[in-house]
């Protein structure tokens, strides 16, 4: 197997004192949608970050198409084409939806144009002259997603891309994942409903206490009840 | 009862300096706003401001001036207080200002000094209804195309969407790509460089003097809490309301003047507590 386009090698991370993640290691590869699925508080979202570089790990290596990133600060790993796509989706509620996807572009080496971004969500081309905090919980998450896409990123971090949106919404947010998969977009997602995570994912690494405890495919998962009843308590 | 000419008056005079406080309001502001840093040594850079205006004959080699103080002092001490505790950026910025005022006492005494009016600015001006220094009608000109190129900078270009983009989350604003210090330092300058070319322009109304600033700043920061804290538009309607309220108080009688702007920001304090265009959430 060729070298990942992002590996990242026993890292450990911490909030203050409190360690959070444990010698973790994984790989995404070219192409390749991969789930990291773990109970609340297993550190997924810990790992986004530490990989974006918001939180520095106090050991091990990120690498991006071998070149090491970690300890640098978020903004040259982003230009480097990391995107992080948030949970919270911190959409900028004072600038339109236009002004939140040309500031993304502002840095990137190859952007999307708008109109390439309004093709793939229709939905933002109606709102783009909305400021953000008028758009509705699915709409937020259509342009935290745009805007990583405008950058052309070439690895998505997607963290809880359909917590607390409806299931018709989830839906349509699923559909448009399965779509960034199969047009070859590299994306390592954290989600708490795995059957939608594993709808479109390749590959699956479960987090436990900040320790990956399983990896493997999604067929191999849904095939084992035990395995998910342990650690993702379904 | 003051008479109709004399309110009429003092209703320029509240726009002369409601105009200039919502310019030192929209530095201040800015640099709460996006680097969460309350400066308090901008009425300091206020007063050399006006302090450059009696130095150098030329506004152009102020403008230097300000600019070179704003980045020297972003650079140099306030950079390194970014991610301190609030206590610990009022106590830098505030040593700042009086380290100002006081190489300012040391050079010119603590004597007031006045800037004579500008050539083109003397005189009075006939409105039809009014008689008016031409001074103070200038001012308010210059300070309005002022605010209009603030308003410019910060709408339409992309500086000012990752000025406006970095008040709101200054740590988004770097996950998308962008070098937020070094933004910051821009905000900074452009901070600076308000507060300085406010009190250039100011100097010739009001006598100079080394603790001139600080009036002005606690001025300014009434108007940031009444516009709603690190809000342009709030920092702008915010100050004329503020240079109105104590314009128009001193017709009356002036010792009510500051009284009643607090009246005014206490008031909206319990009405609207996150200002008139402020949102809520982060400071």
């Known amino acids: ?234 | 009862m003051p008479s109709a000419p004399l309110l009429l008056s003092q209703a320029f005079n509240g726009l002369a300096l409601g105009t200039l406080l919502a310019l030192v309001s929209s530095g201040l502001t800015i640099i709460l706003g996006t680097l969460g840093v309350l400066n308090f040594a901008h009425g300091a850079l206020f007063m050399l401001g006006a302090y450059a205006m009696y130095v150098v004959a030329t506004a152009t080699g102020s403008y230097v001036l300000a600019v070179v103080v704003g980045v020297a002092l972003e650079r140099g001490l306030v950079r390194l207080f970014y991610a301190r505790p609030h206590e610990d950026q009022i106590l830098v910025t505030f040593g700042a200002g009086i380290v100002f005022t006081e190489i300012a006492r040391a050079i010119f005494g603590g004597n007031a000094l006045t800037v004579p009016t500008p050539s083109w600015g003397q005189g009075i001006v006939h409105l039809g209804f009014l008689f008016y220094p031409t001074y103070r009608l200038q001012l308010i000109g210059i300070i309005a195309a002022l605010l209009i190129a603030l308003y410019l900078v910060l709408y339409r270009t992309s500086i000012g969407l990752v000025v406006r983009a970095g008040i709101e989350d200054a740590r988004m604003v770097g996950i998308l790509g962008i070098n937020v210090r070094r933004a910051f330092l821009a905000v900074f300058v452009i901070g600076v460089v308000t507060a300085g070319v406010s009190g250039m322009l100011y100097a010739p109304i009001i006598s100079v003097e080394p603790d001139m600033g600080s009036n002005f700043l606690v001025q300014a920061f009434v108007v940031i809490v009444i516009g709603g804290l690190g809000s342009f538009p709030g920092a702008v309607v915010g100050g004329i309301v503020a240079g109105e309220i104590i314009a128009l108080t001193s017709a009356f009688n002036a010792a009510y003047s500051d009284v009643m702007l607090y009246a005014v920001m206490a008031l909206l304090l319990v009405l609207r507590p996150q200002g008139l265009f402020g949102s809520e959430g982060r400071v």
Not at chain 1, 42 to 53: D, E, F, N, S
Not at chain 1, 86 to 102: C, K, S
Not at chain 1, 116 to 122: A, S
Request: proline share 5%; aromatic share 6%.
């Open chain 1, 1 to 234: 197997m060729t070298a990942s386009l992002l590996e990242i090698e026993r890292i450990n991370s911490f909030y203050g004192d409190s360690h959070i993640l444990f010698d973790v290691s994984l790989h995404v590869g070219r192409n390749e949608v991969v789930a990291l699925l773990g109970r609340n508080g297993a550190g997924k979202t810990t790992t986004l970050r530490t990989i974006m570089g918001v939180l520095a790990p106090r050991s091990g290596s990120i690498r991006l198409d071998g070149e090491p990133i970690a300890g640098r600060p978020p903004f040259e790993i982003a230009r480097r084409g990391l995107q992080l796509v948030p949970e919270e989706r911190a959409i900028f509620g004072q600038l339109t939806v236009e002004e939140n996807l040309r500031l993304a572009a502002l840095t990137a080496p190859s952007a999307w144009t708008l109109d390439r971004i309004y093709e793939f969500f229709p939905r933002l081309r109606e709102r783009r002259r909305s400021g953000g905090r008028q758009l509705s919980g699915g709409e937020q998450q259509m342009l935290a997603i745009a805007r990583a896409l405008i950058r052309d990123a070439r690895v998505i971090l997607l963290d809880e891309p359909f917590e607390g949106l409806a299931p018709l919404i989830v839906r349509d947010l699923v559909r448009v994942s399965r779509e960034l998969a199969e047009q070859g977009r590299t994306i390592l997602v954290v989600e708490q409903n795995v059957t939608a995570a594993l709808s479109f994912a390749d590959r699956v690494y479960i987090l436990n206490n900040g320790h990956i405890v399983w990896e493997g495919t999604p067929e191999a998962l849904r095939s084992d009840p035990a395995l998910m009843k342990a650690h993702l308590g379904i």
